[in-house]
């Protein structure tokens, strides 16, 4: 099920990628395509993120963590640090592992709520859905983040988060 809905996003996404092209082109009043690169790019575009939320905006995030705790572990423990005390509606999806079992214990502390996937995911980027922001990013070589600002595309991405989300057991 999760595979056929993950499968289902992948094709979403390849079909709507030509009008996301001509959006970047645009940069009209619909929204804006902006492509990142680089470790400092994908820190940049977590720092503009959690600068444009408020006390109780989303915050929905489907991670490993692992990748950007290897590349900036100092960096990610302040990130989280600062995104807690924002009090978001910040509801993070993980696999079952260490890093996993990690924020599920932290999750008072760290002000989140986390549930965890049994099966990896079909995919290697990680994905952020926020009010204003659908950001994807990889921290495979090279490093890169695109973020979509489109409201269109933001409250589809919401809706499949909020899917898989309810799809997995507390």
Avoid at 49 to 67: A, E, M
Avoid at 84 to 91: F, G, H, S, T, V
Avoid at 112 to 140: A, C, E, G, I, W
């Amino acid at each position: 099920q999760f595979e056929s809905l993950m499968a289902e996003q992948r094709r979403t996404f390849e079909n709507i990628l030509p009008e996301l092209m001509a959006l970047h082109k645009l940069r009209g009043s619909k929204g804006e395509l902006k492509y990142y690169e680089g470790p400092e790019g994908i820190k940049n575009v977590y720092e503009s993120t959690l600068r444009s939320l408020k006390s109780g905006d989303t915050y929905f995030l489907i991670s490993s963590y692992k990748d950007i705790e290897q590349m900036a572990p100092e960096w990610l423990e302040d990130f989280i640090s600062r995104r807690a005390k924002k009090n978001l509606d910040a509801r993070l999806i993980f696999l079952n592992d260490e890093r996993g079992h990690l924020n599920k214990r932290m999750e008072q502390a760290w002000n989140q709520k986390v549930r965890l996937m049994s099966h990896p995911l079909p995919f290697k980027p990680n994905l952020l859905t926020t009010p204003s922001r659908f950001v994807l990013y990889s921290t495979d070589t090279p490093a890169s983040a695109v973020v979509i600002e489109n409201p269109d595309i933001i409250a589809m991405q919401r809706e499949l988060f909020l899917y898989i989300w309810n799809s997995l057991p507390e």
